[in-house]
């Protein structure tokens, strides 16, 4: 038996266990439990599933150059986070239905749960019951720019068991965060589930998401960890490192050898999507840019809810770019709550 078919095999097994065992498999969010003040209206039967990271981000605004060894006034804000949590509320925000599948500390499972809700996410939270939720630092410089400090939590204990095959009944597409693929425990679980749903004909689309991880992980490595993808969505660095090359002709030959099609995503500079015939690009329109956190995801939403929409590649990257200009004029990575 191939290894897909293996990986294929144990996950549908072990879903199967499950459902005969009068035991519960491990801690989940049930959305249902949520209290009064934290439900809404039902959500749709999701069309797409983002598996990937659950954070709570702390943005840092300081009103000039940080002093070492002494104190700098700043704005400091709690935001939820997480790219694929900013990924999935932006594509609910693009009115397409979906879920996102990750794991959480028990503390705040409701209010990351109640966020995801709030913005139109169907929450599959797994829980973790010694780990708290994921947490980064945003440092935001006067440009807008950002850099991070990172810490995992939960996040790094995403097993199989959070990622029931259940999980798949009538997707059309999943789409992973790289940042799920950069530890063992999930990265084992993610590849499963992505062998299941490309062989039952879902699309399956990656983000590589961080080129430091991608350089402690090893190209080769995430190359072949991410064979079941389809589409790849890196940034100009991430395409760079992917394909050993600083030329944007020669990361889109590399990377469309290696996946059907590529949108690469180059900041300010707007972004290109290619295949192994086609080559687009686009410039962002212009706007009074606060914060770039979470430009790159909303990219990456408005492109995926054009061409589920069976919009054409020229018009998915248009939607791309102008989704990406719009999050740049909030702070935070998420779309904006809709009035009322």
Not at 161 to 172: C, N, Q
Not at 208 to 234: K, Q
Not at 235 to 252: C, H, K
Not at 284 to 293: C, E, H
Request: charge should be negative.
């Amino acid at each position: 038996m191939d290894p897909a078919a293996a990986r294929i095999k144990h996950i549908e097994e072990r879903d199967s266990h499950y459902r005969r065992s009068e035991a519960s498999p491990p801690s989940r969010f049930d959305p249902s439990t949520m209290s009064a003040s934290a439900s809404r209206t039902e959500l749709p039967p999701p069309r797409v599933l983002v598996i990937g990271d659950v954070m709570t981000d702390v943005i840092v605004q300081p009103e000039g150059p940080i002093v070492p060894g002494s104190d700098r006034r700043a704005r400091i804000g709690l935001y939820p986070g997480g790219s694929a949590c900013n990924q999935a509320a932006w594509l609910a925000h693009l009115g397409i239905p979906v879920a996102l599948a990750g794991k959480v500390g028990r503390r705040d499972a409701e209010e990351q749960a109640r966020a995801l809700a709030e913005a139109g996410v169907t929450p599959r939270l797994g829980i973790d019951e010694t780990r708290g939720t994921g947490m980064l630092i945003a440092l935001i410089s006067e440009g807008g720019q950002r850099s991070f400090l990172t810490d995992r939590g939960a996040n790094d204990t995403l097993s199989n068991d959070d990622l029931p095959v259940s999980l798949l009944s009538g997707l059309e597409l999943v789409h992973v965060s790289g940042y799920a693929l950069f530890t063992p425990g999930p990265r084992a679980a993610v590849m499963s589930l992505m062998a299941v749903a490309r062989a039952r004909g879902i699309t399956v689309t990656v983000d590589p998401a961080s080129v430091g991880f991608l350089d402690e992980v090893g190209r080769d490595n995430f190359l072949g960890w991410t064979r079941d993808a389809s589409i790849l969505f890196p940034n100009e660095d991430e395409a760079a490192f992917l394909a050993g090359s600083d030329d944007p002709a020669a990361q889109i030959r590399f990377l469309t050898n290696r996946y059907g099609l590529v949108a690469v995503k180059r900041g300010a500079a707007g972004a290109e999507v290619a295949t192994a015939q086609i080559r687009l690009k686009a410039q962002p329109p212009t706007v009074a840019a606060v914060d770039t956190t979470g430009a790159g995801d909303a990219f990456l939403a408005g492109f995926l809810a054009a061409r589920l929409a069976g919009a054409g590649l020229e018009q998915c990257l248009a939607e791309g770019v102008r989704n990406g200009a719009e999050a740049t004029t909030v702070i935070g990575g998420r779309p904006p709550a809709r009035a009322g």
